[in-house]
Structures are given as C-alpha cells and as structure tokens.
C-alpha cells in the first residue's frame, strides 16, 4: 500500500480512539479555534489558492470550474461562519435510544457513537475540504480526505489550518488529515484500505462512484447522482405546477436534485405543457420531447424529439425530458424503470394518487407539490450534510452529523447469565 | 451472470415491488399458512431431509453436523411455532419518524421501507431457510436463499413448503426464492449481482464472509465472527465471576457470542484464576496461558503456554485464552488490538471503570457484569435475528426485523419552490 495512505491511515486510527471519547464542549472549542485559524490564515490560504487558479488557467480550466476553484476574503468569511455554525448543531455522539429493561433485569440500551475514520473522495471545489472535516470532527469520525488535483494548494492549506486549530485546541492534529500524493492510484488503494479507513463516502459524479463500487472492499456510501423525476398530475393546481418545475429544473440545474424528466398526465397533457414551455422558455431550456409531447410542443423552439438515452441521463444542464403518460400507473412504472432513487415528486391536488406516489415510490425523497431542490441537508433541518445517500443501507438522503455515526449496544448487568 | 440466478434476480425484483406496499394484516395471513403448510407437508420434508442426511452420512460428515443437518417431526414443529412467534412481532414497515415541520410550511418524515431483495448465503441448517424467510417476509423483504450443499433437498422442500404458503395467501411465490445450484462460483455471482439483489447477508464462518467483503460489489453485512473478551478487573464480585465466565465460555462455546479470551487484573488473578479454573474443569475446558497466568495455573491439569496466534483466535471449541494484565488500560489496549468489534465484557464493582469499559470498547455489544452469550436477538428484546453484524454501517449487533429496513424522506407540500 502507499506509503503516505499507510501512515495517514495508522495515524488516523490511533486519533479515532482519542476522538471517540471527546465531550462536546471539547469539541465546539476546536470548532472555534478552527474558524479563528481559517481567518488568521487568510493571506496563506488565498496565495495557495492563487497557485491552483493559475494553474488551472494554464491547464485551460473553464472560467465556471476556475470560479468554483477560486476563494476569497469574503469565501474565506462565510467558510469560516458555516465552522461557527456546526458548533450550534446538537452532537450526536453518546445518544442513548431504544433503552429497555429485560425481564432479567438487564438494562440495555443502543449508544451512538462514531463510524471511526470516514475516507473522502471528491473533486475540485475546496470549500469542501472545511465542510468534511468540521461534520466529522464534530461526529468525533476522523476524516482521511482525497480532494481533487486542480485544487490540491489550497486543499493543503486549509487542511494545514484545520489542523493548527486542532493543535490549539489541545487535540491531535491527526484527526482531520489530507493525503497530497495526486497519484489516481491512491484511490484504489483508498476503497480497499480495510482496518484504516471504515467507511468511503465518494463526492463526485456518476465515474467515481462506480469505481468505488467496484472496487471498494470497504463499505461505501453511494450518491449523488440523481435521475429526478416530477409527475403532473390530473388533478394538479396549474398555479403550483409552474413554480415548481421552474425551480426544479433552473434554480440549479448542475446539482444531483435538479429535475431530469418531467411526466404529465395526458388529460392535462396540452394545458400542462404550453404552459411549462412558456414559462421555462426565458431560461434557454431545451425540451427533449417523446412524440406525443412534442406533437403539442411541435412549435416551441426549444423542443426536440427525445434521443435514445434521455430518460435514463442526469442532465446536469438546462435540459428536460418530458413524456406524456395515460396514468399514475404508467408515472410509476417509468420512475421504477428509468430512477435513480434520487428524488421524485408528485404535483396532484387528489388525496389518493398522492398517498400511491409516496408509497409505491421508494427512492431516498418522495415529494407531493413540492421542488425536487427540498432534497438537502439543510432544507430537511440537519444542518449540512456531507453527501446525498441513494443506497438502501445505512442512511438514505441527505446525510448530517447521525448519519455519520453508529451505535453499540450497551448491557449493564448485577451477574446475569443466560439460561 | 448465471442464468437461474439472473431469473430468479429479476422476478424477485418484481416482487419486492408488490410486497412493498403490502399491509401487515396480509403479511400475518401468509405468515400463518406457511406455519400450516410446513406441518402439512411435513412427510415430504422429512424424506427430503433424509435424503440429506443418507448423502452427509456416505460424504463422513460427522454426527454433530448430521445432528445440525436433521429435521424431525419434533423440529418442524418448533420452527412452524417459530414462525407463529414472527406474527407477533411488531412490523416496522411503514412507521414514521423524526417527522418535522419545516419553517416554510413543508411537513417532512422519514418513512421506514423494506430494503428490497436481500440475498443470503448459508452454511448447513436448514432451519435457517426458514428463519430468513419468514423474517424477511415480516419486512417487506424479498429473500434470494442460497444454502449449504449438504443440506440442498431439505432446503428445496422447506422453500417449495413457503412458496406454497405465499400462494395459499395470495401472495407471489417469488416472494421467497431458494438458489438450486449449489456451483460454488454463483456465490461470488450472487455479491456481485447490483441491480438484482440489494443487500448481502452472509451466515457462515470467517472464509465466507472474507470472501464477500473480498468480492461484493452488493453492499454486505458482516459478522459473525467474534473474538469475545471478558475482563475481571481488579474489584470484581468473585461471585459474579465464576458464573459468568462458566455461562460464556461453555454454554455454547460453538457459537459467536461465546468467550474467547479471559483477561484478569494482577492483584487479583491467583484467586480469580485458581477459582475459575476449577470451575472450568468439570468441562474440560483447555487453558492457553500468558506466562503470568501460567505460573499461577502451573499445576492445572488442563493449563497450557498460550501459542503465538492464541489472542487472535475465535476457538468455537472449549478452549480459553488467559492474561494477567495490570490495568484497566491495558485490558482496554489488548481488547483494542485483538478484539473484532463483536462482544466484550467486564466484570466489577468499580462504577468508574465500568464507565470508562462502555465508553472506550466500540464493541457491538459491550456489557457490565453479564455474559457475553446475551448478545442474541432474542435476548436483546428483538424476537428474532438475521445476523449479528459487527460492522460499522447501518446496524450493529443483532439484526431483527427493524434492521432489515430502511427509510425514504416524505416531503409534502403545498406548492413550496427552494428560495
């Protein structure tokens, strides 16, 4: 294994044992001193920063990438006020729920307590770096992260800032660590660290997920990548139906909750339709149109006929699939078929076809009149989320400060034996 | 892929999609027609059965496993009243929780779901093909079974027998699905079939679940397998002592949960070893010891130098590893280093270091003063178990029915945009 990987991950575990048993207080103080040190090291931080624009520059980076690469003072600022923010989230750690008392007179109870170290694989932007390692500080999960190469001098610097706060605040700086060998070869290596690394949260698109799977022996949380889907009802009130397509598909439409297909009802199919278009027509959409949608947008200039892999692509653009069906039925079946257990929604004033679609639908956010855009951490009250789970085990969703934890089963017995 | 097991992937694909949405009533009703059906077609299941058991006993299988292997007219009764207790069983399918009300007006909830197909791998007894069966049925779960070799025509009348009950009750067959190849290489199919099976169970010893974590591209559960730890520290009741050790090395020292390694602290380890050494005898239990413990168990007929691999070995067998250590640290250090996450104890009086034992062991289970063998589902309150996991993601220790679930976001709306 790779030399830096092996000493990072040793160290990294012998930090989780010391992490394990933090209160909280001790905890939110290294918080602070994590926020004071990202604004007493701004100077450092934005000349690394610098070194990755030019690079990037030179490497021919797109201005979009290279402003998703840039920080500033006032980036720096608000990096620095989401640090303070975690500090108000309640710490999940030392929970104890389902507590019962055994005929016996055993007590016993689950406890919350920390994965250990949790293995970070992400891309370009280095904001993220504050994000992943204040959300596993405060779970008391030592983060081991592997960001992207474009981003690796300021990555470096935020990470050397973390861990200055982390050595003032008395804690070992250990527990939040970057690897900097850009070598791709790590990664793989990374996925099958088992005994260093207990759990791999990949952040990045649909490639580096399933290369994770793949490969992975450790266990994975998988995400991110989203096929949304909104069915328009019959029965929709037409007064919701343009504001939340709009802001389902346009609010942001390069994220993993952006909506991809849009289903309408072919009752109200023309209605429906005309109106969509006109409205998301001012954002340059294009309409990727099976044929009875586009024999009613066959006049839009936006509208095209659908091509082969439409329904089955996360766009990530200003881009919308649309299919007029017969039914909620056939709604169902094309989001069994086509979803990515992402985030879909309904739009229907009717009381049953709303309880079908929340129940016969099973992907991570199930949606009645409302923007696929709500699947986040912070709209849902966690506070900010590390990832967006689609896989069934462990957390689905947005994943926050919980989601990062486990639990032990702790017995307190006066001499019990079993019988 | 293999073809039967790619045709069975997707009927059972197909299932998990009707018994989804199915109420617990439904579910109850099925469950009781399997409990008849397996008393009914009990003289089909023996002959299968002793077919079995006429191979095993031509292939030298020992009595023991042949025992294992045997169903009789008694044991089928015990498992059709199993099934009968899984009716009573509180179905989590369908309850909500952490519902909030967000500041915009949107309600949100999480929404316990079945995982959808979950696949197990099996070694011999056939009443475990009942037992995931029927668990899995009580969680909306569809089971994809593949059991041992030995016992391939008992499991095919035990599966035919609840396949029978889910049609007697309106219910797909395909519900429960039992693999008839016993090829070997359709277990690492089987790990790697993502698309057709969502979660893989596998119940077996350390080779097994090595070779999941080795080659799952599914997300896996692993366990049991368990290094058991007893620590007796320096004030424990001599009282307690003994039984507790007896209860956990001998009760049922073939199982996971059983003790393997007997730490002791130094000022009170010749009372403490001499007292259970002798208690141990009557069961013949082998001493490996520490050369500390060693000296003080010299004249012990069944004492012995403990061998290199000793503290890292899960016996299965009435075998104990014994050490004298001189703190609480440094049992802490030795479960640390030599323990699998499954079952550690300590026996004392000390509430400080009974505190410190539950919060510094990460343990799925750790206990004060109680025998290791209680970690079981069905002495934890839960019924009934799958697995033990031993792993950090989504559940740890015993898994009942509310372990073979997950969750999806209800979000419902009157209209709401992400502003």
């Known amino acids: 294994m790779n030399n830096e990987l092996t000493i990072k991950g040793q160290a990294a575990k012998k930090a989780a044992r010391v992490l394990a048993?933090?209160?909280?207080?001790?905890?939110?103080?290294?918080?602070?001193?994590?926020?004071?040190?990202?604004?007493?090291?701004?100077?450092?931080?934005?000349?690394?920063?610098?070194?990755?624009?030019?690079a990037g520059r030179a490497n021919g980076l797109s201005e979009a990438i290279l402003d998703r690469l840039l920080l500033t003072e006032a980036r720096l600022q608000a990096i620095a006020k989401d640090v303070r923010e975690v500090i108000g989230l309640p710490d999940p750690v030392?929970?104890?729920?389902?507590?019962?008392?055994?005929?016996?007179?055993?007590?016993?109870?689950?406890?919350?307590?920390?994965?250990?170290?949790?293995?970070v694989i992400y891309e370009s932007r280095p904001?993220?770096?504050?994000?992943?390692?204040?959300?596993?500080?405060k779970s008391s999960n030592v983060a081991i992260m592997r960001g992207g190469?474009?981003?690796?001098?300021?990555?470096?610097?935020?990470?050397?800032?973390?861990?200055?706060?982390?050595?003032?605040?008395?804690l070992p700086a250990e527990c939040v660590q970057l690897i900097e060998s850009t070598d791709r070869a790590l990664i793989k290596e990374m996925v099958r660290a088992n005994g260093l690394i207990d759990m791999i949260i990949p952040r990045g698109g649909a490639a580096l997920h399933h290369f994770a799977i793949e490969n992975a022996t450790v266990p994975v949380i998988t995400g991110?990548?989203?096929?949304?889907?909104?069915?328009?009802?019959?029965?929709?009130?037409?007064?919701?139906?343009?504001?939340i397509v709009v802001n389902s598909k346009v609010q942001r439409p390069s994220v993993c909750n952006a909506l991809d297909t849009l289903l309408v009802h072919q009752a109200v199919a023309s209605q429906i339709l005309l109106g969509v278009a006109?409205?998301?027509?001012?954002?340059?959409?294009?309409?990727?149109?099976?044929?009875?949608?586009?024999?009613?947008?066959?006049?839009?200039?936006?509208?095209?006929?659908?091509?082969?892999?439409?329904?089955?692509?996360?766009?990530?653009?200003?881009?919308?699939?649309?299919?007029?069906?017969?039914?909620?039925?056939?709604?169902?079946?094309?989001?069994?078929?086509?979803?990515?257990?992402?985030?879909?929604?309904?739009?229907?004033?009717?009381?049953?076809?709303?309880?079908?679609?929340?129940?016969?639908?099973?992907?991570?956010?199930?949606?009645?009149?409302?923007?696929?855009?709500?699947n986040d951490g912070g709209q849902f009250g966690?506070?900010?989320?590390?990832?967006?789970?689609?896989?069934?085990?462990?957390?689905?969703?947005?994943?926050?400060?919980k989601e990062l934890t486990t639990y032990k089963w702790v017995v307190l017995g006066n001499g019990q034996v079993r019988g």
């Open 278 to 374: 006109e409205a998301l027509a001012q954002y340059k959409v294009e309409l990727r149109c099976e044929p009875r949608a586009l024999a009613i947008l066959a006049h839009h200039p936006l509208a095209k006929a659908t091509e082969s892999q439409d329904f089955d692509t996360e766009f990530m653009a200003l881009i919308l699939a649309i299919k007029v069906v017969d039914s909620l039925d056939e709604a169902l079946d094309h989001i069994y078929t086509h979803g990515s257990s992402h985030t879909d929604a309904i739009i229907t004033e009717d009381y049953s076809a709303a309880q079908r679609f929340v129940s016969e639908v099973n992907s991570a956010a199930v949606m009645v009149n409302a923007s696929t855009r709500f």
């Open 224 to 243: 991110g990548m989203g096929i949304c889907h909104l069915y328009v009802d019959q029965t929709a009130d037409p007064a919701k139906v343009w504001p």
């Open 382 to 401: 966690l506070g900010a989320e590390v990832a967006i789970s689609t896989q069934p085990l462990h957390a689905r969703g947005p994943m926050g400060l």
């Open 21 to 54: 048993t933090l209160d909280t207080t001790t905890k939110n103080k290294a918080l602070a001193t994590i926020a004071d040190a990202i604004i007493e090291r701004q100077a450092v931080i934005l000349t690394a920063n610098q070194q990755d624009i030019e």
């Open 127 to 137: 904001n993220v770096t504050i994000d992943i390692a204040v959300l596993c500080l």
């Open 149 to 170: 190469k474009e981003a690796i001098h300021s990555n470096k610097a935020l990470a050397e800032t973390v861990q200055a706060g982390l050595q003032t605040a008395g």
């Open 94 to 119: 030392g929970e104890e729920f389902e507590s019962r008392r055994m005929p016996n007179g055993l007590r016993i109870s689950k406890r919350r307590i920390p994965i250990g170290v949790i293995g």
